[in-house]
Structures are given as C-alpha cells and as structure tokens.
C-alpha cells in the first residue's frame, strides 16, 4: 500500500508542475519579455508543497523550470531557479500538515518577496546593475497585488481538492 501511495503522490507532483509549465510558458509568450515574467506558474507549485511537502514542492520548481525554460526556448540561467525553489519550499515548511487560510495569508506574501529577491539576484548576476533595479522596483510594486490574486486561487482550488489531497497530509490510521 506504502507503495502505491508514493506513485499517487509522484502522479500527483508531476501533474502539478506540468500544469506550472504550462502557465509559465503562457505568460512568458503573452507577455513576450525575456527577463521578467508574472509568478502565477507558482500556484500548483504552492498546492504540491502544502499536500506533499517541502522537498516535493522544490523537485516540481526545479523540473517545472527547467521544462519551461526548454518550451519557451529560453537560454537557461541557473540562478533564475532560485525563484521557484523558493515557491516550492517556502509554503511546504509552513503549511505541510499545518494548512490554514490566515497563514496562506502571510506565507504567499512572504514567500512572493523571498522569490523576488532571488529573481533580482539573478538578474544582478546575469545582466547588469540598471536593469536590476528597474526590475527590482517592478516585482516590489506588483507583490501586493499579485498576492492577493495567487492567494484567492491557492485557498479555492485548495478547497477543492481537499477530499482528493486528505490521502497525502492524514496520518494513517492503524488497525
């Protein structure tokens, strides 16, 4: 049973980050800026670390990323991974097993600008100084709005598939 519990949960993280890929890839044409894209390829991220866990949540963010960088024919900057490792592993160690709607509250905003300075580290070692912080100002700008919206479509499709996802954050019971 262990076993099939864990192909459930891989079916489940790769589902999840093909679903990231696909939102990415969107936008990153939508928007058509190579340096700058809108950070909504987090929200299954963000579902997959609070059902799965932290370490599940980081996997999706690296292999979502580096499919998305790949399909939007991208160069591939390493340090631009930072981002979505950190929207894979920041909800995971507070809400994995502790889900609430008030600390998804604090925790999206938080975890938006611990990405957003990755982003402009990145960016600050991969282009130069100007570009950086015309970015920077734009990503702190647009963090209180874009959290309001990624929070409002975590809490939702969270509730949604909550009787779906009980089966990866209950404790089994023992008979």
Same mark, same amino acid.
């Given at each position: 049973?262990?076993?099939?519990?864990?192909?459930?949960?891989?079916?489940? !993280?790769?589902?999840?980050? !093909?679903?990231? +890929? +696909?939102?990415?890839?969107?936008?990153?044409? $939508?928007?058509?800026?190579?340096?700058?894209? &809108?950070?909504?390829?987090?929200?299954?991220?963000?579902?997959?670390?609070?059902?799965?866990?932290?370490?599940?949540?980081?996997?999706?963010?690296? +292999?979502?990323?580096?499919?998305?960088?790949?399909? $939007?024919?991208?160069?591939?900057?390493?340090?631009? +991974?930072?981002?979505?490792?950190?929207?894979?592993?920041?909800?995971?160690?507070?809400?994995?097993?502790?889900?609430?709607?008030?600390?998804? !509250?604090?925790?999206?905003?938080?975890?938006?600008?611990? $990405?957003?300075?990755?982003? @402009? &580290?990145? &960016?600050?070692?991969?282009?130069?100084?100007? @570009? @950086?912080?015309?970015?920077?100002?734009?990503?702190?700008?647009?963090?209180?709005?874009?959290?309001?919206?990624?929070?409002?479509?975590?809490?939702?499709?969270?509730?949604?598939?909550?009787?779906?996802?009980?089966?990866?954050?209950?404790?089994?019971?023992? @008979?």
């Amino acid at each position: 049973m262990n076993g099939n519990k864990q192909l459930q949960k891989i079916v489940l !993280a790769a589902s999840l980050a !093909a679903v990231s +890929v +696909v939102i990415d890839v969107f936008f990153k044409y $939508a928007l058509g800026i190579q340096n700058f894209g &809108l950070p909504f390829y987090a929200v299954p991220i963000i579902l997959g670390s609070i059902v799965l866990g932290p370490l599940y949540g980081v996997i999706m963010a690296v +292999v979502g990323d580096g499919v998305g960088v790949i399909l $939007a024919n991208q160069g591939y900057l390493p340090m631009f +991974v930072l981002a979505p490792v950190v929207w894979g592993l920041v909800p995971g160690l507070f809400l994995h097993k502790r889900y609430s709607a008030v600390k998804l !509250a604090y925790v999206i905003p938080l975890t938006y600008f611990l $990405a957003s300075l990755s982003n @402009t &580290l990145a &960016l600050y070692i991969h282009f130069d100084i100007q @570009t @950086t912080l015309a970015l920077l100002v734009l990503r702190m700008g647009l963090i209180p709005f874009n959290s309001v919206i990624i929070y409002m479509v975590v809490k939702d499709v969270h509730k949604k598939l909550l009787p779906f996802t009980e089966r990866y954050t209950l404790e089994p019971q023992k @008979t």
